[in-house]
């Protein structure tokens, strides 16, 4: 079992920064994928990012360039650095851990966190 909490969300302005934390429980999370996901109002959650536990990383492409997703597992957490944000990166984020493979797909991830409100203000 992994339990996942996600932290660092809050209410930045256009153009500011944010970095959410991923703190898992669980000796063997190094071994596990994670991503994070995020869900506006009104529409379905999506695909952000993704980390394998070798750390080869993925995005979506309406972030690249701007989020970094980075793990230390020595720490058990794994974080999503958001630099020049914007008013459609609005929404709540989750985090998501997976057993075996890593891919965009939501369903191959196990374990989720309750998520964490980011808003950006224009």
């Known amino acids: 079992q992994v339990q996942l909490v996600e932290s660092g969300g809050g209410l930045v302005q256009a153009g500011g920064s944010l970095r959410l934390s991923c703190a898992a429980s669980?000796?063997?999370?190094?071994?596990?994928?994670v991503g994070w996901f995020r869900q506006a109002p009104g529409r379905e959650r999506e695909f952000v990012a993704a980390?394998?536990?070798?750390?080869?990383?993925d995005y979506v492409d309406s972030v690249k360039g701007r989020f970094t997703i980075s793990r230390d597992n020595a720490k058990n957490t794994v974080y999503l650095q958001m630099n020049s944000l914007k008013p459609e990166d609005t929404a709540v984020y989750y985090c998501?851990?997976?057993?075996?493979?890593?891919?965009?797909?939501?369903?191959?991830?196990?374990?989720w966190g309750q998520g964490t409100q980011v808003t950006v203000s224009s």
């Open positions: 669980g000796r063997t999370f190094s071994r596990y994928a």
């Open positions: 980390i394998s536990w070798i750390s080869t990383t």
């Open positions: 998501a851990a997976a057993p075996a493979g890593w891919s965009n797909r939501q369903d191959i991830y196990d374990y």
